[in-house]
């Protein structure tokens, strides 16, 4: 057994210097000094020895672990470094390199004029509609009928209206309107609210015109509300979105469910007010139409007309786009050019 300790302990020594990495040294490790390595193999034989044997090969057999153990902890000092030293050169980092340049992404400009739209209504106490009283997929009565349109109205005509297979009088909104005889149905006045969305007409595409625009709805209903509130709202938001500088007017116009209604331009920004392509000529763009609540369309939700009054208005967000952004065709919103997107 003596031999055995001996030989054993030679053996391993010599595997553990010329272990090449820590797995292996752990791997020696294991096959001679755990519980059921080599070491405790010739150790469990002691039981057999007579009792001069036993002190001596016991004491031989605890010298031969701590041979083992001393050769291990020195090898896995010096491969330790060594694997430090090869991690480190493996992940060296050149701080005095360029770094890379990780593109990413930003905010579509419809997107940032939707929110500066928001956010000045809002400061005006104007609240957002709940996205369950604006769907883009509506019932004729919701976008027309309650929002007092004739039976024979051009409009509700298949050449301007997106009509669907999948029920019978259902479509896309033509205007975000319907989310006004939504809310009304639902809220008693007071109430102050903006609610933006898409809405889709079957147009032709030009620079100035698509099939699916996005616009933002307005309307306040409350006691005595007058004409010349509209007007002082409307000037204030203006004033804030393109500059108390920009000409801004007002002109008679005519919409089914305001009376009476008006329509505002602004100054075109391509041109200042010159004439070319985008604003036909004229000088002047229109960014909403807008007027005082008809009557029929609060007795539609049950408010009464005699008690409350209001107005509304609807603002096509490209075109507020296209004149704050020095813009010339809509079309350049949808494309997804990046050289066109970048910009913003």
Avoid at 6 to 13: L, S
Avoid at 57 to 76: C, H, P, Q, R, V
Avoid at 198 to 214: D, G, I, P, Q, T
Wanted: charged letters at 25%; one cysteine or more; aromatic letters at 10%.
């Amino acid at each position: 057994m003596q031999t055995k300790l001996e030989q054993m302990k030679t053996r391993a020594v010599e595997e553990i210097k010329n272990a090449s990495n820590l797995n292996e040294l752990q791997e020696i490790k294991i096959k001679y000094l755990s519980r059921k390595g080599e070491l405790n193999t010739i150790r469990r034989g002691i039981k057999d020895l007579s009792p001069e044997e036993k002190p001596f090969i016991g004491d031989l057999a605890n010298k031969t672990a701590g041979a083992i153990e001393k050769a291990f902890d020195e090898s896995y000092e010096t491969l330790y470094k060594q694997s430090i030293s090869e991690k480190l050169a493996s992940e060296k980092l050149d701080v005095t390199l360029p770094g890379d340049f990780v593109p990413y992404g930003k905010q579509h400009p419809l997107t940032l004029t939707v929110n500066e739209i928001v956010s000045i209504f809002y400061k005006m106490g104007f609240t957002l509609v709940d996205e369950a009283d604006s769907p883009e997929v509506e019932t004729e009565y919701y976008n027309f009928d309650a929002l007092n349109f004739p039976p024979d109205h051009p409009a509700k005509d298949m050449q301007d209206t997106f009509y669907t297979l999948n029920a019978p009088n259902l479509l896309l909104r033509s205007q975000t309107s319907n989310s006004q005889i939504r809310k009304m149905e639902k809220t008693p006045p007071p109430l102050r609210v903006i609610s933006p969305g898409r809405v889709y007409r079957s147009e032709a595409v030009s620079s100035r015109k698509n099939n699916l625009f996005h616009q933002v709805e307005g309307f306040m209903v409350d006691k005595e509300v007058t004409f010349g509130d509209l007007k002082g709202v409307l000037n204030a938001f203006t004033g804030q979105f393109f500059g108390q500088e920009r000409p801004t007017r007002f002109r008679t116009s005519f919409f089914p469910f305001t009376e009476p209604s008006v329509e505002i331009d602004v100054q075109c920004i391509i041109c200042a007010g010159s004439g070319c392509r985008t604003c036909s000529r004229s000088g002047w763009l229109e960014i909403l139409g807008a007027g005082m609540i008809d009557p029929n369309v609060l007795q539609t939700v049950n408010i009464d007309p005699d008690k409350y009054s209001g107005f509304a208005f609807g603002m096509g967000v490209e075109r507020l786009a296209m004149l704050k952004l020095a813009v010339n065709d809509i079309r350049l919103f949808f494309n997804n050019d990046i050289r066109f997107l970048e910009q913003f």
